[in-house]
Nanobody
Framework: QLQLVESGGGLVQPGGSLRLSCAASRFSLDRYAIGWFRQAPGKEREGVSCISSSGGRTNYADSVKGRFTISRDNAKNTVYLHLNSLTPEDTAVYYC?????????????????WGQGTQVTVSS
C-alpha cells in the first residue's frame, strides 16, 4: 500500500516561509495526483492545493492562492508545498494525500492514501 510521509513543518514567524515535502516509500508517486490539505484546531480539514501526476495541472484554494506553490519532482518521488507570506491563520496540521485521478476540485473524498501530517505553527 502506498505510504506517504510529510516533513518540513515547524514554527515560523508571520511573513515567513516553509517548504513542506511529501515523500513516498516502496511505490512511485508518478502515477498519482497529490493533494495538500490542512486542519486547524477546532476546524474541519480543508483542501489547500493539488497537482496532477505529471505536474502539468495545479489548483489552489482561494485562501492560499498567490502565497503557496505546489510542485513535484518525480525523480525524487516527492511533492512539495512552498508556503510563503505565512499568517497565524495558516497554523494547522498539513497532510498530503494521493489519488489515481486528478481533479481541479481539492476534494478529500477523491483521495485514497494519506500521510500522518506535519504541524505548521505561525506565531511571533
Amino acid at each position: 500500500q502506498l505510504q506517504l510521509v510529510e516533513s518540513g513543518g515547524g514554527l515560523v514567524q508571520p511573513g515567513g516561509s516553509l517548504r513542506l515535502s511529501c515523500a513516498a516509500s516502496r511505490f512511485s508517486l508518478d502515477r498519482y495526483a497529490i493533494g495538500w490539505f490542512r486542519q486547524a484546531p477546532g476546524k474541519e480539514r480543508e483542501g489547500v492545493s493539488c497537482i496532477s501526476s505529471s505536474g502539468g495541472r495545479t489548483n489552489y484554494a482561494d485562501s492560499v492562492k498567490g502565497r503557496f506553490t505546489i510542485s513535484r519532482d518525480n525523480a525524487k518521488n516527492t511533492v512539495y508545498l512552498h508556503l510563503n507570506s505565512l499568517t497565524p491563520e495558516d497554523t494547522a496540521v498539513y497532510y498530503c494525500a494521493a489519488s489515481t485521478i486528478y481533479s481541479d476540485s481539492i476534494d478529500q473524498k477523491r483521495y485514497n492514501y494519506w500521510g500522518q501530517g506535519t504541524q505548521v505553527t505561525v506565531s511571533s
